[in-house]
């Protein structure tokens, strides 16, 4: 069964430009998660999706939104992007939700210059 | 607040021998999940044991095992015979909707 895949794998983006990264999680999973790591702030959840609803919303300004399709892959978009938004951008799938085992993406190293 | 705590962040161990990676946790939330992962330095994030909150019994897989002690809103990894690619950051999380993650403890075995 192929894992998560992430697109692309690494990016590089200007202040005030907008970014959408992609997630196909692992096929038969409806759950997708999406998490921003850095090296001062650790690892922080953004939000989850399940069955193309979002379900929980971390604490990040509204610039950074999703959504998910009927075939369960997800997007995330920041829009007006700042030197601060640079980070590993991570997506995880599991089979439902809330308690079961995420599994993770290689994840998407996104660059503001 | 901080809903996760591992208080260390550095770690070694010498190859074969065991290892005790702390975690705390707070929750006023009867229903939740636990959760270690590895993550290398090539940056993968691998799952490698959960532990949800109503398990009588300690969770283990392979040579990990969680030591959970539910009242002391502790869930600490136990790794068994260290080996030289058990170097990585490891992560304990906590799932009660969204998910929390600790700041990460970094174990290096030492051959």
């Known amino acids: 069964k192929a894992g998560v895949t992430q697109t692309p794998r690494y990016l590089i983006k200007t202040r005030g430009q907008q970014v959408t990264l992609s997630c196909s999680p692992i096929?038969?999973?409806?759950?997708v998660s999406w998490y921003q790591q850095t090296p001062g702030q650790g690892l922080q959840f953004l939000f989850e999706?399940?069955?193309?609803?979002?379900?929980n919303k971390g604490n990040f300004p509204g610039r950074f939104s999703g959504r998910q399709f009927s075939n369960s892959r997800s997007e995330m978009n920041v829009s007006t992007l700042e030197l601060g938004d640079s980070a590993l951008y991570l997506c995880?799938?599991?089979?439902?939700?809330?308690?079961?085992?995420?599994?993770f993406g290689p994840g998407t190293r996104l660059t503001v210059l | 607040a901080q809903k996760i705590t591992q208080t260390q962040p550095g770690m070694f161990v010498q190859e074969k021998e065991a290892v005790t990676l702390d975690c705390t946790y707070d929750?006023?939330?009867?229903?939740?999940?636990l959760f270690w992962y590895k993550q290398p330095s090539s940056g993968e994030m691998i799952f490698l044991i959960y532990?949800?909150?109503?398990?009588?019994q300690n969770a283990t897989e392979g040579r990990y095992s969680l030591n959970f002690q539910k009242a002391r809103k502790s869930a600490n990894l136990v790794i068994s015979a260290s080996q030289l690619g058990d170097s990585a950051m490891y992560f304990c999380?906590?799932?009660?909707?969204?998910?929390?993650f600790g700041a990460g403890t970094r174990l290096t075995v030492k051959p």
């Open positions: 995880a799938s599991s089979l439902l939700t809330s308690y079961n085992e995420q599994f």
């Open positions: 096929s038969g999973h409806r759950s």
């Open positions: 999706y399940f069955s193309e609803t979002q379900r």
């Open positions: 929750t006023s939330d009867p229903s939740y999940g």
């Open positions: 532990q949800g909150s109503y398990d009588q």
């Open positions: 999380a906590m799932r009660e909707g969204d998910m929390r």
